[in-house]
């Protein structure tokens, strides 16, 4: 796998995402071909006239983004609100973990 995070915040309100989501790439080389295949592309898939945009997140890195998680509210929503995570690297790199046991690397 080339992330081992990925969170797609939800508007409880309306049950539907943000509009935003948030990526860790296991090595930084992988960011440019992500870049290249999806910025300034419209997400026709969903009927709409966005455009994506890629910028750098405020918190970097797997650990700090499971930390800023860690105590937040959304541990206590379903699992399927909360953000994926995968093993980084070993024989099981790519392999999805819970959420709440994840190791930070």
Not at 14 to 37: E, K, P, S, T, W
Request: net charge positive; glycine share 6%; charged share 30%.
């Amino acid at each position: 796998g080339i992330i081992d995070f990925f969170y797609l915040p939800i508007d409880f309100k309306n049950r539907c995402n943000r509009g935003y989501a948030f990526i860790n790439f296991v090595n930084c080389q992988d960011i440019m071909a992500f870049h290249r295949r999806y910025y300034g592309k419209q997400w026709r898939t969903f009927n709409s006239d966005k455009i994506c945009d890629i910028t750098y997140a405020r918190i970097q890195g797997k650990a700090a983004m499971l930390k800023r998680f860690e105590n937040s509210a959304l541990m206590d929503k379903d699992d399927e609100y909360k953000p994926l995570v995968f093993a980084s690297d070993g024989p099981d790199k790519g392999k999805r973990l819970p959420f709440a046991e994840s190791p930070a690397s």
